[in-house]
């Protein structure tokens, strides 16, 4: 959505925008796009459900990382601010440069510091869904999940929104209704859920629900943050590990103890304020035949993975089944 070689400037502008009047001009741009986007999504899914993760990557790795994609970048942003230098242009890129970007400005983070993006795709994703309705009879039911939590505090103004002191960050709820009354329309069920991928979300899994209509774990960075491991950068030494069995599998394959501990602990912990809370897992994870009984036993609804995976999955959670009948 965002890295096709016609919109990633047009993204990149937004990162280094100076105020917030220039990001609101930027993003009525990108809105267009992500209706397009989100219309197309929903037209071929019909009525399933459809999960959209909203904005989660850091905003550093949107910027140029090598000279010719930065030249360019200067070059496209000088056509509509001539009088911003290049020299300012590139000041700008560093400043959002970060240490460890994996856990910084990402996902809700950038949604606290720039409510006015969320905001952007939020309206987007109704307003696809309202044309879709209008234009060919197709009622979606769109989710929509918040990345990299770490407290229920932040699910909680996503959805419900927070205004302090002159600032506000509008939510999901008001957002929606907004929109409808200004449409017209009829109301669209939807649902707000989060990603479960920081060892702080699954020890708070229990207050989290009370704000979340679903879970669904990113084992990933699930795995990334309770192990300390850096999934870019672990193949450079799990040889090591592996001669001397300190790490038999490789974890981002292989879903570990303490992970499946946070997993199995959150599921539990958030059933118990909400029952009825879906749980699913998203990333390769769930196409390891090796964790789906694992998934299965603890109670999770769905695995999401990609397309290559999902057919080995598949026989995987047959053999399971039919063991489990022929044991009673």
């Known amino acids: 959505m965002f890295f096709n070689e016609k919109r990633i400037p047009i993204f990149r502008s937004l990162i280094i925008a100076p105020d917030r009047s220039e990001r609101e001009k930027i993003l009525k741009k990108i809105k267009k796009m992500q209706i397009t986007d989100f219309y197309g999504l929903f037209e071929v899914m019909g009525e399933r459900t459809v999960t959209i993760r909203l904005l989660d990557a850091p905003l550093h790795e949107f910027l140029p990382h090598n000279k010719d994609s930065m030249d360019a970048f200067v070059a496209f942003y000088r056509k509509d601010h001539p009088k911003v230098s290049e020299s300012e242009i590139r000041l700008r890129c560093d400043m959002t440069s970060e240490v460890n970007p994996m856990l910084g400005h990402r996902g809700v983070r950038v949604a606290i510091s720039y409510p006015e993006i969320y905001r952007m795709q939020v309206e987007a994703i109704f307003e696809a869904a309202y044309k879709l309705r209008k234009e060919k009879g197709v009622v979606c039911r769109p989710e929509i999940m918040i990345p990299i939590i770490m407290s229920p505090r932040e699910v909680k103004t996503i959805r419900f929104g927070k205004r302090i002191e002159g600032f506000e960050i509008v939510g999901v709820r008001q957002i929606a209704e907004e929109l409808r009354e200004k449409l017209g329309e009829e109301k669209i069920e939807y649902k707000v859920g989060t990603m479960i991928e920081l060892p702080a979300a699954a020890l708070l899994a229990d207050k989290i629900a009370r ?5 669904s774990f990113g084992t990933n960075d699930l795995t990334q943050t309770c192990l300390g491991l850096s999934r870019d950068d672990f193949n450079s030494f799990f040889t090591d590990y592996n001669e001397y069995d300190l790490l038999d599998k490789n974890p981002f394959q292989y879903l570990q103890e303490p ?49 290559y995976g999902i057919p080995l999955a598949k026989l995987t959670i047959a053999q399971k089944n039919i063991k489990d009948l022929a044991t009673g």
């Not at 704000?211 to 879970?215: E, H, Q």
């Not at 769930?286 to 299965?296: L, Q, R, S, W, Y």
């Open 211 to 215: 704000y979340a209509d679903f879970f």
């Open 259 to 307: 992970v499946k501990e946070l997993v199995g602990m959150a599921i539990e912990r958030g059933r118990v304020v909400k029952p009825d809370l879906t749980c699913g897992l998203c990333g390769e994870h769930g196409a390891e035949p090796e964790n789906i009984p694992f998934c299965m036993d603890a109670g999770l609804n769905y695995v999401s993975c990609s397309p």
